[in-house]
């Protein structure tokens, strides 16, 4: 699962780091350290400038809502559950299966959040959990492996700007074995050397599951932080950053 993760960079540092030919932001997202679902994220997609152009699809920097809402949906609230898609299942999916096969995205993040469940027992009797953050060891972005969909909203009139919703979803896989004991499940990274083939909207269905795989072991890095963090209306850079040692439970020095 990926519930929460950090996207401190601005567009123009995406811009750069991604390759991307066209900024489609009205107004840039302020550094989110705490990018919980149904927020505003950054995604990096590849669109043809109009459906009926034979130029060859752009590479883009736009805003997504996190909470992929099918195109068939009639509610968009079903988009609160729709956070992540598994790899095993995200091509067969009612869900996700348009999506997989024509609107994939990279989703820039700093990190993620897991939360790892100690021996401490709360005031409810259930497992205290701690947060870690998780991230690339080179201090590079995470290119997180997303779907995108379109949703026109049937209650808004044809010339409102605001008719059409723009969401996205995170694919996750098993994790690997460094990160398995904090969570068995993490986001599915996109290598650079493969970002085109994935985000290409016609690229042969069969190849694409090949285009994702784990993080390979030792490449990401993974220590406890603070539990404000649970709280998401808490936001700024303490939150991604190291828990003292003193503070963190004795088992996970082990």
Same mark, same amino acid.
């Given at each position: 699962?990926?519930?929460?993760?950090?996207?401190?960079?601005?567009?123009?540092?995406?811009?750069?780091?991604?390759?991307?030919?066209?900024?489609?932001?009205?107004?840039?997202?302020?550094?989110?350290?705490?990018?919980?679902?149904?927020?505003?994220?950054?995604?990096?997609?590849?669109?043809?400038?109009?459906?009926?152009?034979?130029?060859?699809?752009?590479?883009?920097?736009?805003?997504?809502?996190?909470?992929?809402?099918?195109?068939?949906?009639?509610?968009?609230?079903?988009?609160?559950?729709?956070?992540?898609?598994?790899?095993?299942?995200?091509?067969?999916?009612?869900?996700?299966?348009?999506?997989?096969?024509?609107?994939?995205?990279?989703?820039?993040?700093?990190?993620?959040?897991?939360?790892?469940?100690?021996? *401490?027992?709360?005031?409810?009797?259930?497992?205290?959990?701690?947060?870690?953050?998780?991230?690339?060891?080179?201090?590079?972005?995470?290119?997180?492996?997303?779907?995108?969909?379109?949703?026109?909203?049937?209650?808004?009139?044809?010339?409102?700007?605001?008719?059409?919703?723009?969401?996205?979803?995170?694919?996750?896989?098993?994790?690997?074995?460094?990160?398995?004991?904090?969570?068995?499940?993490?986001?599915?990274?996109? *290598?650079?050397?493969?970002?085109?083939?994935?985000?290409?909207?016609?690229?042969?269905?069969?190849?694409?599951?090949?285009?994702?795989?784990?993080?390979?072991?030792?490449?990401?890095?993974?220590?406890?932080?603070?539990?404000?963090?649970?709280?998401?209306?808490?936001?700024?850079?303490?939150?991604? *950053?190291?828990?003292?040692? *003193?503070?963190?439970?004795?088992?996970?020095?082990?």
């Amino acid at each position: 699962m990926c519930g929460r993760y950090a996207s401190s960079r601005s567009p123009e540092e995406l811009v750069e780091e991604f390759d991307v030919a066209e900024t489609m932001i009205e107004a840039a997202l302020e550094p989110d350290y705490n990018v919980a679902p149904t927020k505003e994220v950054y995604a990096v997609v590849e669109r043809p400038p109009s459906r009926e152009s034979e130029e060859s699809p752009r590479r883009q920097l736009r805003v997504l809502r996190w909470g992929l809402v099918p195109s068939w949906a009639k509610d968009p609230s079903i988009g609160n559950r729709m956070i992540n898609a598994r790899m095993e299942t995200v091509a067969e999916k009612p869900a996700y299966r348009k999506a997989f096969a024509a609107r994939r995205c990279l989703l820039p993040a700093d990190g993620y959040f897991e939360w790892y469940a100690t021996d *401490e027992k709360g005031r409810n009797g259930k497992p205290v959990k701690q947060p870690f953050f998780i991230r690339p060891r080179d201090g590079g972005s995470l290119a997180m492996a997303g779907l995108y969909e379109i949703w026109r909203d049937p209650d808004k009139a044809e010339d409102d700007p605001a008719r059409f919703r723009w969401t996205c979803t995170v694919i996750t896989t098993d994790a690997e074995d460094s990160l398995g004991r904090i969570h068995d499940r993490m986001p599915l990274m996109v *290598e650079r050397e493969r970002w085109h083939d994935w985000l290409d909207p016609q690229a042969p269905q069969d190849t694409l599951l090949d285009l994702l795989t784990p993080a390979e072991p030792g490449r990401l890095e993974a220590y406890a932080v603070s539990r404000a963090v649970n709280n998401v209306r808490n936001n700024d850079p303490s939150l991604v *950053e190291p828990l003292p040692l *003193e503070d963190v439970p004795e088992e996970l020095l082990t």
